[in-house]
């Protein structure tokens, strides 16, 4: 019996209440398979700055290294927003990404079909859906590239930003995107701004070299405005879109917001290893926090991936998924997707409804 | 009687035939009004690489130098593609903006009510329109900061570039984004990514310490990947934004997109001065150029914005905009455009509806 280690950071606003209704399905699947889930808490975010005075404490680092696959709920608040960045609950996300050497981001941005009215896109546009899946690159470039404040002459003082990317950087993240594409409808699009940066450049020099190692890819290089518009025209024409951190932060939001269930998406950060991190790509929505509002769905999608990559249980995965396109057709919503016709629930409610597909 | 100087460029693909309507409505102009445009064209783009091996000949940017405003078509297509990258048409952009020290790029992203049904976006989020100002810094951050190759212990060949931002170039833009709020509806967002860029964090200091000049003038500050989210969300939100020049090139063609209708926006990049670019915001088309199809529409706007911007003349710009609007109301439609119960007509016959309009 296959024993796994996970490391659980419930965060801050909503974290908790979406993480306590993922845990519900972890221990579900333990009563229905043979799998045994080690669980432990630990700080990150708000509440880390609030224990320890840091967003990622080291002892939430070392603990999330002898995990198997690290669950996290959301971070951040009004409180904290005016502490100095680097104190900052962000800036424990940032480290936890560097620190466990989590080099790519996969975002899914899928519409389920019984949510289709929920797109901002026109009814024509996603009439066929849309099932893209980005792959952002997550520990370089301009996010950890060197930064400072210098002077310019006749212009005053002056802040700089360094955008880098390797040879080694681009291989490992591009494999990636070639590698989920043969997963899916072998359809890489690289996106990058090559007509103007010098790090571009380089990230297609080493795309289009990998290509050789994926003849049935079929791969198309886009100009980061051109995605830009591209995903909101027509994104049925994407599958996998692979790209730096930047880019891949600006694009996978938009990826997810013409879905128009931003409370349903989950997203994986892996690397080298099989060691990675789940988590909702929503906020921490202190707004509605312990009112039993939050949609739990993109927590639970996320231990759906969780159970695909840092596990390797595939088939645990697909019942999770199914379980949740069940739900929605029966036609149970939480809030931020309820609409005329349909039962509106709470965090709790939608939980163990799913839980109960499994 | 004033006298204006005018620089053409023409340009690749339908540049030609789209500027060819454009100076059809300023000699209307010269008709109705008391004011002469002299015209004087210069190559830019393929064309220049063709008849000089470069895109941007010296010629030619004395010659706008030396102009009361410039006017350009479009540059660019495929013969000119697999050309080193410092020679390529859009070299020549770079250039001409870098040459003319046009700091401000001003998007107006504008759905005409007559096109509602072109937005990809749901009729119930465009059904008050969508009017936003995106003002892009244009000679600054990465696009001119340091870049080059070097290596990475372990990691084998790097490529870098760098954003970087000083006070005085923040402030410059900063002011246009202001200025241009205080004549729309008094709401700037400034759109940056300052929980991780130290650029944007010098960014956000310069543009709230100006906020102190425009006590009228809400100010916003949003996150980038939250901007090309709430584009598409609730575009109605946006009056003026102002951002960088990456973020901007973005943003402001995910706002174009928006619309629906790229070949009917123009654009103006101005700077200290009043000379000033004016150019649509679509690109050369090739595979339409020569077949009186292509729309001139943004183009024609595009001189309503150098009579308002360079010349002054807003009852001129006006003017422009109303024929426009005008044409558009009887029905009649370009090839991107047409729709059921609309009448299709090439760009000739556009152009000419529109001056008979003035
Ligand atoms: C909070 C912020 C630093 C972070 C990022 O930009 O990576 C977030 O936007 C994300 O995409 O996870
Ligand atoms: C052609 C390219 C260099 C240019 C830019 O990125 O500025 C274009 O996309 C634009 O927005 O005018």
């Not at 019984?114 to 066929?128: E, F, Q, T, W």
């Not at 995107?177 to 571009?200: Q, W």
């Amino acid at each position: 019996q296959k024993t796994f280690k996970i490391t659980v950071l419930p965060g801050d606003g909503i974290g908790p209440e979406v993480i306590r209704q993922a845990i519900a399905t972890i221990k579900e699947v333990e009563k229905k398979y043979e799998y045994k889930f080690e669980l432990s808490e630990a700080l990150i975010g708000g509440c880390a700055i609030d224990a320890h005075g840091v967003p990622l404490p080291d002892s939430t680092l070392e603990q999330c290294k002898n995990s198997d696959a690290v669950l996290l709920g959301a971070v951040g608040g009004a409180k904290w927003d005016t502490l100095p960045g680097h104190i900052r609950p962000e800036a424990g996300l940032l480290a936890i990404r560097a620190g466990l050497g989590l080099f790519a981001n996969l975002r899914p941005a899928i519409i389920y079909s019984s949510l289709k009215n929920a797109s901002p896109l026109r009814a024509d546009i996603v009439k066929d859906g849309i099932d893209i899946m980005v792959v952002r690159e997550l520990t370089g470039g301009i996010y950890f590239g060197k930064r400072g404040r210098t002077a310019v002459e006749g212009m005053g003082e002056a802040a700089y930003d360094t955008e880098m990317y390797s040879v080694g950087e681009v291989e490992r993240i591009a494999r990636v995107g070639f590698e989920s594409a043969m997963k899916r409808n072998k359809i890489l699009t690289s996106v990058d701004k090559a007509n103007v940066l010098e790090s571009s450049r380089l990230w297609r020099e080493v795309v289009i070299k990998m290509s050789k190692d994926y003849p049935e890819v079929t791969l198309n290089h886009m100009y980061v405005d051109n995605a830009a518009m591209q995903l909101v025209r027509n994104p049925m024409q994407f599958d996998v879109i692979v790209t730096s951190n930047m880019f891949g932060d600006i694009l996978s939001d938009e990826a997810s917001m013409i879905t128009g269930s931003i409370g349903m998406l989950p997203s994986a950060s892996i690397g080298a290893g099989t060691l990675g991190l789940y988590e909702p790509i929503h906020g921490s929505a202190p707004d509605i926090a312990g009112q039993d509002k939050a949609n739990p769905i993109a927590t639970i999608l996320s231990v759906a991936m969780m159970m695909r990559y840092s596990c390797g249980l595939e088939n645990v995965a697909k019942d999770i998924e199914v379980a949740v396109e069940r739900v929605l057709e029966k036609g149970y919503r939480t809030g931020d997707i309820v609409s005329e016709g349909t039962e509106l629930v709470g965090t709790m409610k939608m939980g163990s409804l799913i839980t109960s597909e499994i």
